[in-house]
């Protein structure tokens, strides 16, 4: 039997290794080594018996990806990963003075079909492993100087409909004992997929939780996100009271501004009515072009829509988010690969 090490919870690693005959103290060791230290290489563990190494090098696999290429603009990497399976994702490092945010995929491609996404247009080819999804996390840690500060779940895929997987990898990501980053760091984001949203919420999970919305009437949104014919913008903003009562900053809806689509007055009216007084994050996010029908608005219809948000804004809170990266296409909703 071939054992993937990399994604393994400290209880399963305990579990391989009195399976196999080992102490139970074996896992934490490994644990260590594979999450806080990153190693690449399991010769680089200098406390294990030379069987247990044997052990691990014949029966055990570590890395889930290996990199096939990296595009740089500016301060912002975007990598493409090869998975075991010959599947390829992207992933992307973005800085900003100190902060160092990563965008991960949690799936090969996307069922959800938004239709101003490139993800969406290569369609789904299959979840990713719990290791799949650490090992761009530790990647890029190893790759990059600057230390990680933030980890959105915003990459290829819609993340709730690998919501096991993706839990999972955020908890080792947060475990003390593991990668040791703070719940406020990591943001998960859906275009959302109400069932698993109350399931987040019900389990009391303290990650940021996002969820995009991109229109202020169900036409609009039935047309550019065909998942809003299940789970219409009222029953998003349901969540939104619920996830509030128990957590301290409030959920973030994300709103991609497309010219003639989403930006006129009345929609800058509707958007600040849909929020007023829920104590909820706007993050307006001007369209990163993918060369289809679609256009990102002027900077006048841009600016237009902002101070009427701004002029309406009651008991919310509103942030203009322009992403970076989009001369490589890695920028929000321009992540593809072309098989």
Known sequence: MHYILKGMSLIELQNLMIDQGYPKYRANQIYNW????????????????????????????????????????????????????????????MIENDRHTICISSQVGCSVDCDFCATGKMGFKKNLSIGEIIDQLLFIKNTVLTPITNIVFMGMGEPFLNYNNVIQAAHLMNDKEGLNYSYKRITISTSGIVPKINQFIHDKLKYNLAISLNATDNKTRDKIMP????????????????????????????????????????????????????????????????????????????????QVLNKNKKGFTLLVRWSKGTAINAGCGQLAIEY
């Open 227 to 306: 998942i809003n014919k299940k789970w219409p913008i009222e029953s998003l903003i349901d969540c939104s009271s619920k996830y509030n009562k128990l957590h301290r900053t409030g959920l973030t809806f994300e709103y991609v501004l497309i010219d003639s689509i989403n930006d006129s007055i009345k929609d800058a009216e509707r958007l600040s009515a849909i929020f007023k007084n829920t104590g909820c994050k706007l993050n307006i996010i001007p369209f990163n072009e993918i060369g289809n029908e679609y256009n990102r608005p002027s900077s006048q219809r841009i600016d237009r829509f902002t």
């Open 34 to 93: 594979l999450y806080k230290k990153s190693i690449t290489n399991i010769n680089s563990i200098n406390n294990l018996p030379i069987d247990l190494k044997n052990f691990i090098n014949h029966s055990c696999s570590i890395n889930t990806l290996e990199l096939s290429k990296e595009n740089k603009s500016s301060n912002t990497i975007k990598f493409l990963f090869k998975t075991k399976s010959n599947d390829y994702i992207e992933s992307v490092s």
